[in-house]
C-alpha cells in the first residue's frame, strides 16, 4: 500500500495555484490511484465482515452439534451393529407388520436395512428415489415401537394423504394442521401430554416445530414420559438452502435433536446432491447418522419432450458457467399456447383412453386454472388443486382424483401408485424439481410417462423468479440443457447431476430410442449478427428482453424483467473467431415411443372387476382410497394366482385386508374361476365339433389377447 502523502492531503487549490510544485495531471493519477486503493479496502472489509457473519454462525451450529453428539453418545453404544441386512431381535414382529398390517410382501432395497438401523436407536439419513418406498422405513417402525412417532412433512396435501392412508390399514395416525379440528387437537394434545388414547403416528408441517410453543411443551413432556419413539422428517431436502425447494421452516428442525437428542431421527429425500445430504446432517445435527444412498434411477418412467420439440443448440466448448443458447426466439402468441393445450389433450385421449390418471403441472396457479378450464373444453376430466383455494375445494379434487373419478389434476403431489403420465406444461426451474415432480409418475412400478413441454419462453418466466435463489439461474441452465438436448440419454443427465454412475436406460428416453438425425449447421454468422444488435444496444443504453429482442421495454414496480445481456464469449463471437454449431433435427420417426408402451398396461377382464370393486369397497367406506384396498400390483397377483379361499387370500394380500375386503374379492374371484372353466367347456365342445370340419378353435384366456 503506497502511503498518502501528507501534504498532498491538505494541498488546497489556492496553494496549487501557488505552485506547490505538481503538475494537475500528477494529482489526478494519484486521486484515480487513491480511489482504487480506498476502494479495495472496502472491498476487503466487506469480504472480511461476511467472512465474520458466516464464522459466527457456523460456531453457533458447531456448538450445538457438538452438545447433541455428546449427548447422543451416552445413549447409542459405539458399538452398535453394522451388517443391517443380518438378523435382528424384532425380525419377525416386523415382518409379520410388513405383511399382515402393510400387505407388503417383501422389502424393496434397503428398506430392510434402514428399519433395523432405526430400531437399533441410530439417526439415519435416506436418499430413495421417488416412490422407491421411503414411507414404511418410519412408518413401520413406529407401529414397532410402543410409543409415538412424530412425522415432519412440508406439505397439507402430502399429509392428509398419509393419514388417510394409514386409518385405512388401522394403524392410529392423526395431523395437526390448520385444518384439524378442535376436538381432534385436544385428542392429540391428550395423547401427547397423558399417553391417552391410541395415537401411534403424529404428523405436522414444519411451522408447527417453530411456531408453536404449546405443542413443542406437549412433546417435551411425551418425550419426558419416555413415549417419544421416533422422529422422521420427510421431504428432508426442504431444509437446505442449496436443495431446490428451500422451507425457511425446515431451518429449524435442528432444534429436535438438541431437545430430544435420545430418540433417533430418520431424514428421508429422494433429491439430494452431496452438498445437500452434507448440509442436512449439519442442520439437523445428525453427525453420527448412518447414511442410505439408493439408486435415482426410476427405471419404468420412459421420459420424453413432446413431438415437435426439436431444436438443440450446442458449440463444442461451451461450459456449465456459461448459459446455454435459449433456442428458438419467438414470441409465444395466444395460438402458440392454444396449440400446446391441443397437443396436450390429444396425447391424453390417444394414449390414455381409458382414464388412466395423470398430473400437468404448469408454472403459475393461475395458469394451472386456465389450462385446466381448456382440457375440459376438450373433452379431459381435468380438476386443478394449488395453495390457494380454499381447504374443502382442495380436499374434494384431492378426493375425485384419488378415487379417479377425475383423469387429470395440476400441480398434485400426493402418493396415487398408479399415475401413468406426468406432463409438465412448462418448464421446471431445476433438474431437482423435475425429477421430483416427474417422479410422481409410475410409483407403482408400472410403465409411464414423463413429458416436458419445453418453450424458449418459458426461461425468462423462471429466470426472472429463481434469480433470487442460491445458484437459481444455475439450476434453472442446467435443466434447460437437459430440454434441449437431442442427443444425449435423459436418464444418463439426472446420474450425472446426482453424482451416481451411470446405469442403462434400455430405451427408456427419446433420445435412446428415436431415430431423429441431427444436423449441425455453422450459426457463426448468425450469433454475429445477434450479439453485435445486442453490443449496440448496449451502448445506447437499451434493453430487450428474450422474447422480443425488439425495442419495447417494460417497467414496472411490481415485476422483475429479465433481459439479455451479452455474455463472457460476446467478442470472440462478434469478431466471428468462436465456431457457433446449431443442431437441427430434421427427420423424426419414434422407434419406441413410451405411450405404446403404456398401452401395453392395458388391464384383461379380471383385474377389470377387481379394479372396480376396488373402486366400489373404497367408495362404501368413504374416506378411503382404491389404491389402499388393493394396489395395483395386488390385482396382478389375485389375476395371477387366482385364490379362492380365505386362506389363499391371506398369503397374497395379508391378514388385515383379508378380514376387511375378503369376502367380496373371494366371491369374484369364485364367479370367474367358475366362468373360465365354464367357458373352457363351452370352447372344448366347439372344438370338438369344429375338430371335425377341420377347423382349429384356439382355446384363449383374455389374458393371452
Ligand atoms: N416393499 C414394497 N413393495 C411394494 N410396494 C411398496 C413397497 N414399499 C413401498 N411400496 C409402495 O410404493 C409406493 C410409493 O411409496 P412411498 O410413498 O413410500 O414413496 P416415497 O419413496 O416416499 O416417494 P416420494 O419421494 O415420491 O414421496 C406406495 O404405494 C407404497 O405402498
Ligand atoms: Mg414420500
Redesign the pocket.
Known amino acids: 500500500m503506497r502511503p498518502l502523502d501528507a501534504r498532498s492531503g491538505q494541498c488546497g487549490r489556492g496553494e496549487l495555484q501557488a505552485g506547490c510544485g505538481m503538475e494537475e495531471d500528477n494529482i489526478e493519477g494519484e486521486l484515480l490511484l487513491v480511489q482504487a486503493e480506498l476502494h479495495d479496502i472496502q472491498g476487503q472489509i466487506k469480504a472480511l465482515l461476511d467472512r465474520q457473519e458466516e464464522l459466527s454462525e457456523r460456531e453457533s451450529q458447531l456448538k450445538a452439534m457438538l452438545e447433541a453428539s455428546r449427548d447422543a453418545i451416552t445413549d447409542v453404544p459405539l458399538g452398535a451393529p453394522k451388517d443391517w441386512s443380518g438378523s435382528f431381535s424384532w425380525d419377525s414382529q416386523a415382518d409379520d407388520i410388513?405383511f399382515n398390517i402393510?400387505g407388503?410382501?417383501?422389502?424393496?432395497p434397503n428398506?430392510r436395512e434402514i428399519i433395523n438401523a432405526i430400531m437399533s436407536g441410530r439417526d439415519v439419513l435416506v436418499i430413495?428415489?421417488?416412490?422407491?418406498?421411503?414411507?414404511?422405513?418410519y412408518q413401520l417402525p413406529a407401529v414397532l415401537h410402543d410409543g409415538i412417532t412424530l412425522v415432519v412433512s412440508p406439505l397439507l396435501s402430502?399429509i392428509q394423504d398419509q393419514v388417510m392412508g394409514l386409518a385405512a390399514l388401522g394403524i392410529p395416525a392423526y395431523m395437526l394442521a390448520s385444518i384439524t379440528t378442535k376436538e381432534v387437537e385436544k385428542f392429540v394434545y391428550k395423547a401427547l401430554e397423558k399417553g391417552e388414547g391410541e395415537l401411534k403416528i403424529l404428523y405436522v408441517t414444519p411451522e408447527k416445530i417453530s411456531k408453536s410453543k404449546r405443542f413443542m411443551s406437549k412433546l417435551e413432556k411425551c418425550h419426558h414420559a419416555g413415549r417419544l419413539s421416533l422422529i422422521a422428517i420427510?421431504?428432508a431436502h426442504c431444509c437446505s438452502q442449496w436443495g431446490h425447494d428451500f422451507r425457511p421452516d425446515y431451518k429449524n428442525l435442528g432444534i429436535l435433536k438438541v431437545q430430544f437428542p435420545s430418540v433417533p431421527v430418520i431424514a428421508?429425500?429422494?433429491t439430494a446432491t452431496n452438498k445437500v445430504q452434507m448440509d442436512l446432517i449439519e442442520m439437523l445435527h445428525i453427525p453420527r447418522c448412518v447414511k442410505f444412498v439408493s439408486t435415482i434411477n426410476r427405471p419404468n418412467l420412459f421420459y420424453k419432450p413432446p413431438p415437435d420439440v426439436h431444436v438443440a443448440a450446442t458449440t463444442s466448448d461451451w461450459n456449465d458457467e456459461i448459459p446455454p443458447v435459449m433456442g428458438e426466439m419467438r414470441e409465444e402468441s395466444e395460438e402458440v399456447g392454444k396449440a400446446v393445450i391441443d397437443e396436450i389433450a390429444n396425447f391424453i385421449s390417444e394414449s390414455y383412453p381409458n382414464n388412466e390418471s395423470g398430473i400437468v403441472y404448469c408454472f403459475s396457479r393461475k395458469e394451472c386454472e386456465q389450462v385446466a378450464k381448456e382440457l375440459c373444453e376438450r373433452g379431459i376430466l381435468a380438476d386443478y388443486y394449488h395453495a390457494d383455494m380454499d381447504v374443502i375445494a382442495r380436499e374434494k379434487v384431492h378426493m375425485r382424483w384419488s378415487k379417479s373419478k377425475s383423469q387429470v389434476a395440476f400441480g398434485m403431489g400426493i402418493?396415487k401408485?398408479d399415475v401413468r403420465f406426468v406432463i409438465h406444461h412448462s418448464l421446471s426451474k431445476s433438474m431437482e424439481t423435475y425429477y421430483?415432480e416427474s417422479?410422481?409418475a409410475g410409483?407403482?412400478?408400472l410403465p409411464s410417462e414423463c413429458v416436458l413441454y419445453y418453450r424458449p419462453g418459458d426461461v425468462p418466466r423462471q429466470s426472472s423468479m429463481v434469480f433470487y435463489e442460491n445458484c437459481g439461474l444455475q439450476n434453472l441452465y442446467d435443466i434447460v440443457r437437459y430440454c434441449q438436448s437431442k442427443r444425449s440419454c435423459r436418464r444418463g443427465a439426472f446420474f450425472r447431476h446426482f453424482g451416481e454412475v451411470a446405469q442403462d436406460c434400455n430405451g427408456m428416453c427419446d433420445n435412446c430410442t428415436s431415430s431423429i438425425e441431427l444436423k449441425d449447421i455453422d450459426a457463426t454468422h448468425h450469433t454475429k449478427i445477434i450479439v453485435s444488435l445486442l453490443h449496440d444496444m448496449q451502448l445506447n443504453d437499451q434493453r430487450a428482453t428474450l422474447l422480443q429482442l425488439k425495442e419495447e421495454f417494460q417497467h414496472t414496480a411490481y415485476a422483475t424483467n429479465a433481459y439479455v445481456a451479452l455474455g463472457p464469449l460476446w467478442k470472440p463471437a462478434l469478431e466471428g473467431s468462436r465456431p457457433v454449431k446449431l443442431s437441427i433435427a430434421f427427420n423424426s420417426q419414434d422407434r419406441g415411443s413410451g405411450s405404446k408402451r403404456s398401452k401395453h398396461n392395458q388391464m384383461n377382464s379380471l383385474e377389470a372387476k377387481l379394479d372396480d370393486l376396488r373402486r366400489q369397497l373404497s367408495s362404501n367406506n368413504g374416506a378411503i382410497f382404491p389404491?389402499a384396498v388393493l394396489?395395483t400390483?395386488q390385482i396382478s397377483l389375485l389375476n395371477r394366482q387366482k385364490p379362492t379361499t380365505v386362506a389363499e387370500l391371506e398369503k397374497l394380500i395379508g391378514k388385515v385386508k383379508t378380514e376387511k375386503y375378503g369376502t367380496p374379492i373371494i366371491e369374484l374371484m369364485r364367479l370367474h374361476v367358475d366362468s373360465e372353466i365354464l367357458g373352457g367347456k363351452t370352447c372344448a365342445a366347439k372344438r370338438q365339433k369344429k375338430d371335425k370340419e377341420d377347423v382349429v378353435c384356439l382355446e384363449s384366456s383374455e389374458e393371452d389377447v
Open positions: 410388513r402393510f407388503i410382501s417383501s422389502y424393496r428398506q430413495m428415489a421417488a416412490g422407491g418406498g421411503k414411507s414404511l422405513c402430502l420427510d421431504e428421508l429425500t429422494a402418493n401408485p421430483q417422479g410422481r410409483r407403482d412400478g389404491h394396489s400390483q
